[in-house]
């Protein structure tokens, strides 16, 4: 798992670093982007480094999805289906409500000894 990461960061900070300037790989012509989006992104590859630092330094948070598959020599090797860069307060959120949808069907209760985690009133910041 980690050579895969490792393969991954050098993989995408290369792209991004020659987003702009690579004319044969044609990145932006392959991945179109919203105006607003190109607009942000020209504007920050504009900005020295003391502005916006280089995106090795500052690659935020990203994941990739992957399957694992095995061969016919029994070796696993993992085939990324997606990098998404959703933010991990996405999913504490989406668990916060899967629980409490869980309780109000009577799924999560002391009468089945499953106790939720968390009380979701809280995690929504409402007590």
Known sequence: MKELHNALVIAVTDIVERWWTDKEAQF?????????????????DAQGVDVVPPFKRRLGSW????????????????????????????????????????IDIGVCSELNGLVPVKDFQSVRGLQ
């Open 63 to 102: 994941r990739p999805d992957f399957l694992i598959e095995e061969d016919c020599f029994g070796e696993e090797n993992f085939r990324i289906t997606e990098i998404n860069a959703r933010f991990s307060f996405n999913g504490f959120m989406h668990a916060a409500y899967a629980q409490q949808a869980l």
């Open 28 to 44: 932006p012509q392959r991945m179109r982007l919203e105006a607003e989006e190109e607009e942000l992104l020209r504007w920050m």
